[in-house]
């Protein structure tokens, strides 16, 4: 089994930066790839980004590439979203997930984070 917390979420301008975090239990985390998605009001959710379990692949959606960094820090047990240039259209509940990049199958998932970008 696999908890996950998010953090870091809030409100910013548009242009501006925000980092999230995700804090995983459990000693298997190296293991897992880890993604985050996203869910805006009245869509559905949606692939942001992946990092594999030995860091060695990462995966972003087109509307983030050049502006969203995923990475993962296996002695904290966290995978961060480093989000830059935020535009409005990125407000959205923010969620992680653990599991397999490969495959596109993630078995755990956390409560999410609220990320509002203001014009």
């Known amino acids: 089994q696999v908890q996950l917390v998010e953090s870091g979420g809030g409100l910013v301008q548009a242009g501006g930066s925000l980092r999230l975090s995700c804090a995983a239990s459990?000693?298997?985390?190296?293991?897992?790839?880890m993604a985050w998605f996203r869910q805006a009001p009245g869509k559905e959710r949606e692939f942001v980004a992946a990092?594999?379990?030995?860091?060695?692949?990462?995966d972003y959606a087109d509307s983030v590439k050049g502006r969203f960094s995923i990475s993962r820090d296996d002695a904290k047990n966290t995978v961060y979203l480093q989000m830059n240039s935020l535009k409005p259209e990125d407000t959205a509940v923010y969620y992680c997930?653990?599991?397999?990049?490969?495959?596109?199958?993630?078995?755990?998932w956390g409560q999410g984070t609220q990320v509002t970008v203001s014009s």
């Open positions: 997930a653990a599991g397999f990049v490969s495959a596109a199958r993630y078995d755990y």
């Open positions: 459990g000693r298997t985390f190296s293991s897992y790839g």
């Open positions: 990092i594999s379990g030995n860091g060695l692949r990462r």
